[in-house]
């Protein structure tokens, strides 16, 4: 069984971590051929924190677990924390296979969003 | 003349403004029909200011500049700080007509690309 783990940064403002929380009700809708679990974490400030979103995977039966930064920007969070966070989960689950997805401001198609953004306001 | 103006946050990590100097060219290969002068600007930490960026956009023509926030919650940068920007640059040219895109995070399509992301990593 598949899990995806949507990781955001995680937010003082309540109604930031509620938008990661509707996009992830959003995910588990357009996944469900490939993650019959669809979780988020958040990396610092707000909770469930990475361990605990992993672990809530692994209780719900999965044996592989995607991670997914929802971040803009290959920065520090995106290069060492969330690895380091998924490695040290890694081992209390060993028997789980947990990989690192590319994040979100890698991917290609950012700039047609954009750009149809740009759109709605002319 | 319509110009689009790429606002991120700024970050002192000199690759994270590299990526939004890239991005920013692929936004104008895209965009040529609609936008005719495509730039970008930081919020904070990095330069061109928003203020500096809507000049130079200014100074190339633009009678209308989009500002696109290259933001993915709808935090206080988005909700207070651009427009806050915006404002003083409009009184500064009275003559353009400066409006804000709604903010990357608000994108629906943003599902899709996060579950072609977590494909990549099966």
Redesign the interface.
């Known amino acids: 069984m ?1 899990a ?1 783990l ?1 990781v ?1 940064h995680g ?1 003082r ?1 309540q ?2 971590n509620e ?1 990661i929380r509707t ?1 992830t009700e ?2 588990a809708d ?2 469900d051929h ?2 019959s679990i669809v979780e988020y974490a958040f990396l610092e400030i707000a909770e469930p924190s990475i361990a605990e979103g992993l672990s809530s995977c692994v209780a719900k039966g999965a044996k ?1 677990v ?1 991670v ?1 930064p ?7 969070h995106v290069a060492t924390d969330i690895p380091e966070e998924v490695q040290k989960s890694q081992i209390q689950h060993p028997d789980v296979k947990i ?24």
Do not use: D, Q
């Open positions: 598949n995806l949507l955001a937010s403002r109604a930031s938008e996009l959003r995910l357009h996944s490939e993650f592989a995607t997914l929802y971040f803009l920007s290959a920065g520090r990989k690192v997805a590319p994040y979100l401001g890698s991917a290609e198609e950012i700039s047609n969003i954009l750009v149809s953004l740009s759109k709605l306001a002319l």
